[in-house]
């Protein structure tokens, strides 16, 4: 079973306007990781929250935690046209074992 | 640097015939992982081994096997390939397998059973 689900499915932005994308998970977690990937590769870390943590930042990417809801955002502010991927929130419960949810494809046209 | 290496990047296969798929990184991580992507699925978790000498089942064990051979290497064995095996399959690694450790992957084996 998936951790979480990512909402929307797919995005269509303008480069230059911000990106939002959701993440609910269904059990308890410690952290919850956000990955990217880019057609053909494999997934690439791009941040980590941990549960007791409500908002993190690192450079163009903003993070939430809600652990009342289980759900978090990713906000990419001035998207890119190099920021076209899919994005994939991780839920690691027990150890580092991560359970992904099902990704959110993000197009931003010029 | 080259970090997760995944080989081979292509397969097909027959139905019934075997294949492991090699991974190994460059990191001195102590866990890798091994998952599937399936369209509209996301990843799943195959198998893990959070250190050397120990390995895990994940979420979709059945029809694999796994084998940590060094710290370096982790490979995952279909033993009769069906169909539903057709995936992308991903290898990663952390350098624990204490919270809080970002995964790093490989780029994937493309495997398709006919």
């Known amino acids: 079973s998936q951790q979480g689900e990512e909402d929307p499915q797919a995005l269509s932005i303008q480069e230059g306007e911000n990106a939002t994308m959701n993440c609910s998970y269904k059990?308890?977690?410690?952290?919850l990781q956000w990955y990217r990937q880019n057609s053909g590769r494999g997934l690439v870390h791009l941040i980590l929250?941990?549960?007791?943590?409500r908002e993190k930042h690192s450079g163009r990417l903003r993070v939430t935690l809600d652990t009342s809801k289980k759900s978090s955002s990713l906000l990419i502010t001035a998207s890119r046209a190099a920021d076209t991927a899919s994005y994939f929130c991780g839920g690691a419960g027990g150890g580092n074992k991560l359970t992904f949810g099902t990704g959110t494809q993000l197009k931003v046209e010029l | 640097n080259a970090g997760v290496t995944q080989t081979p990047k292509f397969q097909v296969l027959k139905t019934g015939q075997s294949m492991t798929l090699q991974c190994a990184q460059d990191m001195n991580h102590n866990s890798m992982y091994w998952y599937r992507q399936d369209p509209g699925m996301g990843l799943r978790l195959i198998y893990y081994s959070a250190s050397e000498g120990t390995t895990d089942k994940g979420e979709v064990p059945n029809g694999y096997n796994v084998s940590r051979l060094n710290k370096r290497e982790f490979s995952l064995r279909l033993e009769s390939a069906a169909p539903s095996q057709t995936s992308v399959y991903f290898c990663?690694?952390?350098?624990?397998?204490?919270?809080?450790?970002?995964?790093?992957f490989g780029d994937g084996t493309r495997l398709s059973i006919l």
């Open positions: 929250i941990r549960s007791n943590e």
């Open positions: 990663a690694s952390s350098e624990s397998w204490v919270a809080y450790q970002p995964q790093h």
């Open positions: 059990t308890s977690i410690n952290n």
